[in-house]
Nanobody, 123 residues
Framework: QVQLVESGGGLVQAGGSLRLSCAAS????????MGWFRQAPGKEREFVAA???????RSADSVKGRFAISRDNAKNTVYLQMNSLKPEDTAVYFC?????????????????WGQGTQVTVSS
């Protein structure tokens, strides 16, 4: 069955960096667009970044210039490099898979989800 397993979260000071990974299995990874979302306590899950099948990327305004998404089809893995982290980046980060060539920003457009990894940024 389809599995998405995130890793790389943790506690970091403001201004620091983390790289999240999401290992996928159970489907043809290269045929899916991939996305990262996050959810802070008491808030809705929000779009962070996405990468299409052809490596086109898009990201939320709040992370532009600080976060970068990439994929390695040989390893069935998508990454989120997070630099210049801020306390407001604190959230559980989820990866998601979309059975489409194109990226999307709405949670309803993704079919598969990981369990999430916690990122905490201290001030």
């Amino acid at each position: 069955q389809v599995q998405l397993v995130e890793s790389g979260g943790g506690l970091v000071q403001a201004g620091g960096s983390l790289r999240l990974s999401c290992a996928a299995s159970g489907y043809t990874f290269s045929s899916y667009a991939m996305g990262w979302f996050r959810q802070a306590p008491g808030k809705e899950r929000e779009f962070v970044a996405a990468v299409s099948r052809s490596n086109g990327t898009r990201s939320a305004d709040s992370v532009k210039g600080r976060f970068a998404i990439s994929r390695d089809n040989a390893k069935n893995t998508v990454y989120l490099q997070m630099n210049s982290l801020k306390p407001e980046d604190t959230a559980v980060y989820f990866c998601a898979a979309r059975n489409s060539y194109l990226t999307a920003t709405r949670t309803s457009e993704y079919q598969y989800w990981g369990q999430g990894t916690q990122v905490t940024v201290s001030s």
